[in-house]
């Protein structure tokens, strides 16, 4: 069988996993919704949710409204986990690079070892991953320096239950009440803290250890083993990606005006001045995921180093003309 043969089958088998996955997946959504709805008719379940809302109670001193930086934040986190998925599918492609960089050790950061050489996609992977730390770090330093943290960091054991009392509502597909201006519902709570304090530095610690940044020798050397951060990096990063999924669709289903306006525009109103900022950012987004090439980039990673590029590949026998050569 030929190698174009077997990408081909390799392609429908492929295919038909995801068919099956997406069909396995709204079946399980219908049989959830069905249980949460037939909960909801029980008198004991729908005197919790009047008990429990959805909404935790803030502190007194907590801030009213959604600052300017955070609708910035939004855009370059989204901007950069689009181009971290973009990058990240090409490495996983295991695709032979098409150029090789090295670090000029003549600037900073200056090392007594020699650098080692990146595959292209490899050093484009780690910039934009670079670049989303450094926002990750302002946000949380923005923070806690605004009091903001006290939105998304739980400070009452009753965010528990209003929380499970958030989520019987969105699957009995009842919306609790949206007044994110103010406060968010226990699940968001949860969510966000989830992601910001826990699945955000995973991710970081695990890319870190598969990067050519972590020593090869020291005490740090042996603190996470590759064979760990791999098993842990790749569902941590799918994981945020279902995160923005389920994070993207509430948005829209639940007030989709007033939610981009508080997102993107850090306004309480309900106009047409979000979604405009927001449909921007998303051309913003695909125009990134076309150019994030990594031969496109080929000059700025060669203001940073040392690059070569390499001769393309040889074709397979079943790409090559019989009779000899061509024309």
């Known amino acids: 069988m030929s190698d174009p043969t077997i990408r081909t089958a390799l392609a429908r088998v492929s295919w038909k996993r995801a068919a099956w996955a997406a069909a396995a997946a709204v079946l399980g959504l219908l049989v959830v919704v069905v249980v949460a709805k037939l909960l909801r008719t029980v008198p004991a379940v729908e005197a919790f949710v009047d008990e429990y809302p959805g909404e935790a109670p803030l502190p007194e001193w907590a801030p009213v409204g959604i600052p300017a930086w955070v609708g910035w934040q939004h855009f370059f986190n989204a901007f950069l986990m689009v181009m971290l998925v973009r990058t990240g599918l090409i490495l996983r492609s295991k695709q032979r690079p098409s150029a090789f960089w090295t670090r000029d050790n003549a600037r900073w950061p200056r090392t007594e070892r020699a650098p080692r050489r990146l595959g292209i996609s490899l050093w484009l992977h780690l910039w934009v991953e670079a670049f989303w730390v450094v926002n990750g770090v302002l946000y949380v330093v923005l923070l806690f320096a605004t009091g903001q943290w006290v939105r998304i960091v739980p400070t009452d054991w009753s965010i528990v239950p209003n929380a499970i009392s958030a989520a019987l509502q969105y699957a009995s597909l009842d919306w609790p009440t949206e007044t994110a201006w103010v406060v968010y519902n226990g699940l968001q709570v949860l969510s966000y803290f989830a992601v910001v304090f ?115 590949a040889p074709p397979s026998p079943a790409q090559r003309p019989v009779g000899g050569k061509a024309g």
């Open 198 to 312: 826990i699945a955000a530095p995973l991710a970081i610690l695990t890319g870190v250890r598969l990067s050519p940044v972590w020593p090869a020798e020291g005490r740090i050397a042996g603190v996470l083993s590759e064979k760990s951060a791999r098993a842990l990096h790749f569902p941590t990063m799918l994981f945020l990606l279902a995160f923005t999924f389920v994070h993207v669709v509430l948005v829209f289903s639940t007030g989709v005006l007033a939610n981009l306006n508080a997102m993107y525009a850090a306004r309480d109103a309900d106009d047409w001045v979000g979604l405009a900022i927001f449909a921007v950012s998303v051309g913003v987004m695909a125009i990134g995921w076309v150019l994030a090439r990594p031969l496109m980039l080929l000059p700025v990673a060669e203001r940073t180093g040392q690059v070569r590029r390499m001769p393309p």
